[in-house]
């Protein structure tokens, strides 16, 4: 059983370029979201999806794009890569009847 | 909206000592879930403990435990018998399966556990 795996977990980008952060869980969960971690605030919500097809904001969207074409997958694109998206970046799963959030390891990235 | 806080950025306990961590919440909901997670210095989040809000029995897991109240929306992690694996951040979480699916995080304790 994988969890929840997130790839790449390391990735330099030079400002303007775009990419794509993949997501998969193999739990069969309804509920997905990203995070974004920065020294000393925390986890912030960027992206949330509550199933396949339906995806919301969170509280740091901006430059950032998902969708949910299936149960398992959640990549997360980033448009245009800007330094002030460095940062590391964790995907989440969770049951809606076992709710409890199970995370991937996370992917580190610098923008420069 | 609801925010969780977490008002000690730092903390540090003898080893096999017990330490208690501090987290507050607000919300205008009767039914959520409540979450410490752990997360070492290898970055992964770890799941440590969980609480239904309408469950008045504090929750526990082996050598750690929970003082859940409710009233005071208040939501504190006790580790007993602290080993050096302990040493971690501490993240206090809040989310309510059905109407606000997301989880919303604390700033964090760091825990240092003093051999």
């Known amino acids: 059983n994988a969890g929840v795996t997130q790839t790449p977990k390391f990735q330099v980008l030079k400002t303007g370029q775009s990419m794509t952060l993949q997501c998969a869980q193999d739990?069969?969960?309804?509920?997905m979201s990203w995070y974004r971690q920065d020294p000393g605030m925390g986890l912030r919500l960027i992206h949330y999806s509550v199933g396949a097809g339906i995806t919301d904001q969170g509280e740091v969207p901006n430059g950032y794009n998902v969708s949910r074409s299936t149960t398992e997958d959640f990549p997360l694109r980033l448009l245009s890569a800007a330094p002030s998206q460095t940062s590391v970046y964790f995907c989440a799963s969770s049951g809606r009847v076992d709710y409890g959030y199970t995370f991937g390891s996370g992917t580190r990235l610098t923008v420069v | 909206a609801q925010t969780v806080t977490q008002s000690q950025p730092e903390m540090s306990v003898q080893e096999a000592e017990t330490v208690t961590l501090s987290c507050t919440y607000d919300t205008s909901e009767s039914d959520y879930y409540l979450f410490w997670y752990k997360q070492p210095p290898s970055r992964q989040m770890i799941l440590v403990i969980r609480?239904?809000?309408?469950?008045?029995q504090n929750a526990t897991e082996n050598r750690f435990s929970v003082n859940f109240q409710k009233a005071a929306k208040s939501f504190s992690l006790k580790i007993s018998d602290s080993q050096l694996g302990d040493a971690a951040m501490y993240f206090c979480?809040?989310?309510?399966?059905?109407?606000?699916?997301?989880?919303?995080f604390g700033t964090g304790t760091r825990l240092t556990i003093i051999p």
């Open positions: 739990m069969n969960h309804e509920y």
């Open positions: 979480a809040y989310g309510r399966p059905f109407g606000n699916e997301k989880l919303t």
């Open positions: 609480q239904e809000a309408y469950k008045q």
